[in-house]
């Protein structure tokens, strides 16, 4: 994988500098990088990059419209991988619209690259031949589902100004260009050193400190952004009246609390919430099935069964521990871990990082494509994205899909040249089928 990480920066639109966190501590202007010196050997600076974002339809739809072996559907569902009788040769798509047009894109070789959800909800649907669905003979089809555990526990109280951990702060340095170095912003937060995760048998965790006013009401924020998405993705159907109600209710606190995030405030924070982001463990019991509910298409839906191990319970409880007296012997800051009356129970949020549905693994009993990305037993079908990670580790996975998106497409060329018509097929409400 390694070679094909620079080529992906570039399409993510990152620069190539290392992750090393003293680089970005020496080229960033100021106090804006200022490390945390941290004298137990369990815990280090680890440092992530951000894109602009990047909006791939956007940025590269002139080089699509100019492509002469290219042509893109917008709006064209995928709704079935078609096949021979025998079931090891796919032939193509099946293509629909909402409204009621209906089409078939044939093709010599296929890329399943809708997500880690719809890879495997497709491959379910395509039945017709085999009622297990396609690539699915030993059952391993939306098995392994992963997701990064998201949990906000406890409050970091510093001994010193709130500014020296402005680098740490999600809130502060997401997609904030004055962390950036060559165009590119950057974040630190905590990371387990691989001797302890090897130790003590740990899974990796990273930990942020997100910067609060005093009086600040967390719960409200979450409140907010659960109506806020709810709109933005058409979910109307999971707004609830409470949401409503406790957002109406402390409507002046949350303003406040908003121009707080939006004026980047971080220097006059109070306390910092403790968040934390855990690697997810493999389980095959933590997978994506259908529904008896139907699409807009007709087609069943995905039926989601997420699970949240022990293993990743126990990690986050230690990184907190080790935290805590870290902080508190160095004298960095006060760490109280007790859970409010309000939230008794260990709330866990997603990153909407969906991985593992359709795993690589060498032996078709374990996993759904081999370590080219190619479907066990269906030469000309593949799959690209986050579905195929056998492991995730804890950070970002986007650079990783784009690489192993890149390292697919020059397996494929040195399979059949690049004069083989291929179907390709996107995410969400404006799946493509390109030919």
Aim: glycine content about 6%.
């Amino acid at each position: 994988m390694q070679r094909f990480y620079a080529r992906a920066s570039n399409l993510v639109q990152v620069n190539n500098h290392g992750f090393e966190p003293q680089f970005w501590h020496k080229h960033l202007v100021g106090d804006r990088s200022i490390l945390l010196e941290l004298n137990d050997a369990s815990l280090e600076t680890m440092v992530s990059k951000f894109s602009p974002p990047t909006r791939f339809g956007r940025d590269y739809e002139v080089f699509l419209r100019a492509a002469q072996t290219t042509k893109v559907l917008l709006n064209a569902n995928a709704t079935e991988i078609a096949t021979l009788e025998d079931p090891s040769i796919v032939t193509g798509v099946h293509v629909a619209t909402y409204g009621q047009k209906m089409m078939f894109v044939r093709a010599e070789r296929v890329i399943l690259a809708a997500g880690g959800i719809e890879n495997a909800r497709l491959l379910l649907l395509s039945n017709r031949r085999d009622q297990r669905g396609l690539g699915n003979q030993h059952d391993v089809v939306g098995r392994y589902f992963m997701e990064h555990p998201r949990i906000r526990r406890g409050q970091m109280i510093p001994a010193v100004n709130a500014a020296a951990f402005r680098f740490y702060d999600a809130r502060y340095t997401y997609h904030n260009p004055k962390l950036a170095v060559d165009g590119t912003s950057a974040s630190a937060h905590l990371g387990l050193t691989e001797q302890v995760q090897r130790d003590e048998q740990l899974v990796q965790c990273r930990t942020y400190f997100r910067a609060c006013r005093a009086g600040e009401d967390s719960t409200l924020t979450e409140r907010f952004h659960e109506i806020y998405n709810a709109i933005r993705w058409r979910h109307y159907r999971d707004f609830k009246l409470r949401t409503f109600a406790t957002v109406a209710l402390g409507s002046p606190n949350l303003m406040a609390s908003l121009l707080y995030r939006k004026l980047r405030l971080a220097a006059k924070s109070d306390y910092f919430q403790i968040e934390s982001v855990i690697e997810p463990v493999p389980n095959r019991e933590s997978r994506v099935t259908l529904s008896e509910q139907r699409d807009r298409l007709g087609l069943n839906r995905a039926a989601l069964d997420w699970r949240v191990g022990d293993l990743e319970k126990h990690t986050h409880s230690r990184m907190l521990g080790l935290i805590k007296d870290e902080f508190e012997a160095s004298g960095v800051g006060h760490v109280d871990l007790e859970q409010s009356a309000e939230e008794p129970e260990l709330s866990i949020i997603g990153c909407n990082h969906h991985m593992g549905t359709t795993r690589m693994h060498t032996d078709p009993h374990m996993g759904v494509v081999d370590q080219n990305c190619t479907v066990h037993g269906i030469h000309n079908l593949h799959v690209a994205g986050s579905s195929v990670f056998p492991t995730c580790g804890n950070d970002m996975p986007t650079l990783t899909i784009v690489a192993l998106a890149l390292r697919l497409a020059d397996h494929i060329k040195a399979l059949q040249g690049v004069h083989e018509s291929i179907a390709a097929f996107g995410t969400g409400e404006e799946r493509a089928a390109a030919v």
